[in-house]
Structure formats: structure tokens, C-alpha cells
């Protein structure tokens, strides 16, 4: 039997990158969405012909025929909304960041596990085939020894035009209301003038950080941080002996600039990531003693690929890529960031 998808949030990203997506794809039914703007929501359910719309998120989750749901709604409330859903039985895609503490995130992780439901966060850089391509290449040369022994890694981020489609989604005047549940923005000890720094910081950047835990390895520890109340930094991971540096800007003018290296005694492997929205895929280059080349790419998208892999956990309850499990390592990695500044 075909999933039933309800999605909540039917804004630019839960139309654009989630709700274009699981419409396309026919081992799914997108059977109903939930927004707190009627009329968005009416015309997001015109647009990709969806039966039934909600007003809020447990009208939605009392429709029997949804099985599983696509959280994209205000960050402080993602918590509130991911827990409601896992405690009424559904299966949970839901937008980063999953929290903003570990102790929230580990509440989600719980509720997951007892009610046995597949709970995916939507770090859909994984699920890039630019990036598989790069984790087989990686395989390949720690296997065949070719380009000796890795020697550190270099990450970067900074933001610039998210190469959107102002094709693929609809939107209306109303104002977003209030009155949602939000979870507060940050642990007990940081200062209120850094949570806005810190939630630009878990929107934007734990992307990075999460891909390189998913090439590198999932436990680094922080071997050094320069941090920017605005979220801009400079961090060293330490994974088991080999240096991840991350530099990591704010609101650059431009393209977007976003990927990560490893280098090898001689020579290196890099992720060129494309923008966020930007429907094509990560280019992989190797330079092997100073002769580069460009793997050859395809014609996919991360997002599409995140929502057909969402699917196919769900129906082979199978373990998401960017598990709900895994990803409260980075809720923990950017509270222990965070804390190294307010500590001096």
C-alpha cells in the first residue's frame, strides 16, 4: 500500500523542495497539507492537486489516511510539530534544524524509537549522487592506497543566491499568524543577544558540518573555534587524528560557494555542492598529483532523491540517511561550538 503524505508548511521551501517532490513520485500519495494561511494553502492544493487542505497540524494528523508527514514550518516550532506527529504514529521528514538542544533533540529520537517510526531530517546534501559519487571515489583511494594517507580536510559555506525556481511554487499576501508552540532557541546558558546567530548558524551551516560527519566520520570532536555572534566562524574538527578546518560566512554577494576537500599525501578529492534550490548535482573533483578531473555528472536532485529515499525507508523501514538518531550529533557539535564562546 502506498504511503499517505501530508505536508505541513506549504510555504516556498514545502512547495519548491518538498511538495513538487512527493507529488511526482507515484510509490506515494500526497493526500492532504496543513497551513495556518487558508488561502495558501488552498492554492498550493490547486496547483499540485492535492484533495484535502487543514488549517493546522492536528486537523491534519487526525486524517486517518496519513501515514507519514513532511514537516516545513517556522524552525522554533519544527519540535513541537515533529513530536505532535510521532506520537500520533506517523513517520517524520522534517526540515533542519531537527532542535535546538540535545536534550529536545533526543526527546524527538525517543518518541521515534518507542513508536518505531522511520524519523529523517532533511539534510538532503546526502542524498546528492554528486556525493555518493564522492564517498565511492573515497572508498576507492583509502582502499587502493594511490593517493597515500589522509592528511586533513577543508570545508567551506558561504551563502549566496539559493539558485531558487520562482516556477515551482505559489504564494499569497497573508501574513504568517502567530500562535504556534515554539521551543526555546537555544540551551539554558546562552545569552539572548546569540540566539539569533545561533539559529542562523543551525539553518545554514550545520549542512556542512553534517556532510562532513557523513564522509569523515560521525563523532568529531572541536579542536578549535573562532565564532561571530552572527553565526560566521571558523571551526576545527578533529576526526580521530585527521583536521577538518570549516570556514563559514554570512550573506555573501553572488553565487553560493559550498563544498569540502579531502586531502591525501598526494592529491585530494573535493565536493563542489551546488546552491540549496538549485536542481542539479554536486561536481566531484580529483586531482591526482596535480592532474584534475572532473567526474562526470548526471541529471539528478537532492531533494527529489531525499524524498524518494523518505518513501522507500518508510515502505522498507529502513534507516534514513540523515536519521533522527545521527543528527543530535550536530545539535550537540553546535551547543558545543556555541558554549566555547560564551566561556571564553
Given amino acids: 500500500m502506498r504511503p499517505g503524505i501530508g505536508i505541513i508548511g506549504t510555504g516556498m521551501v514545502g512547495q519548491m523542495c518538498h511538495l513538487a517532490n512527493f507529488a511526482a513520485n507515484p510509490a506515494c500519495r500526497v493526500v ?141 499576501g497573508e501574513t504568517r499568524p502567530d500562535g504556534l508552540e515554539l521551543w526555546q532557541d537555544g540551551p539554558d546558558w546562552m545569552p539572548g543577544t546569540m540566539r539569533p546567530g545561533y539559529d542562523n548558524f543551525l539553518n545554514v551551516f550545520s549542512h556542512i558540518i553534517n556532510l562532513a560527519r557523513y564522509v569523515l566520520g560521525p563523532a568529531p570532536a572541536v579542536a578549535e573555534s573562532t565564532l561571530e555572534n552572527s553565526g560566521a566562524a571558523r571551526i576545527t574538527l578533529d576526526f580521530d587524528g585527521v583536521a577538518c578546518t570549516l570556514d563559514l560566512v554570512n550573506g555573501s554577494v553572488g553565487a553560493w560557494r559550498e563544498g569540502l576537500t ?48 523518505f518513501v522507500a525507508d518508510i515502505v522498507e523501514q529502513g534507516t534514513p540517511l540523515a536519521s533522527g538518531e545521527d543528527s543530535v550529533a550536530d545539535i550537540a557539535l553546535a551547543e558545543a561550538i556555541w558554549k566555547r564562546r560564551v566561556s571564553g
Fill in 262 to 309: 579531502i586531502d591525501f599525501e598526494r592529491g585530494a578529492l573535493s565536493i563542489e555542492l551546488p546552491p540549496p534550490f538549485a536542481e542539479q548535482e554536486a561536481e566531484v573533483i580529483l586531482d591526482q598529483g596535480g592532474q584534475r578531473t572532473r567526474l562526470v555528472r548526471e541529471g539528478s536532485w537532492a531533494f527529489r532523491r531525499q524524498a524518494d529515499a
Fill in 32 to 172: 492532504a497539507i496543513a497551513d495556518l494561511r487558508p488561502d495558501l494553502a488552498a492554492a498550493a492544493a490547486k496547483k499540485f492537486g492535492i484533495p484535502r487542505t487543514y488549517g493546522t497540524h492536528r486537523e491534519l494528523l487526525a486524517d486517518s489516511a496519513v501515514s507519514a508527514v513532511v514537516v516545513v514550518t517556522k524552525r522554533r516550532a519544527t519540535g513541537p510539530i515533529v513530536l505532535d506527529a510521532l506520537n500520533s504514529g506517523r513517520h517524520v521528514l522534517s526540515e533542519k534544524p531537527m532542535a535546538y538542544t540535545t536534550v529536545q533533540a533526543a526527546s524527538l529520537v525517543e518518541a521515534a524509537r518507542r513508536q518505531r517510526l522511520v524519523y529523517s531530517i532533511g539534510y538532503m546534501k546526502r542524498h546528492d549522487a554528486g556525493v555518493a559519487r564522492a564517498l565511492a571515489e573515497l572508498r576507492r583511494l583509502r582502499t587502493d592506497g594511490s593517493l597515500g594517507r589522509v592528511v586533513g580536510a577543508r570545508g567551506w559555506c558561504f551563502g549566496g543566491d539559493t539558485g531558487r525556481s520562482h516556477d515551482n511554487f505559489v504564494m499569497t
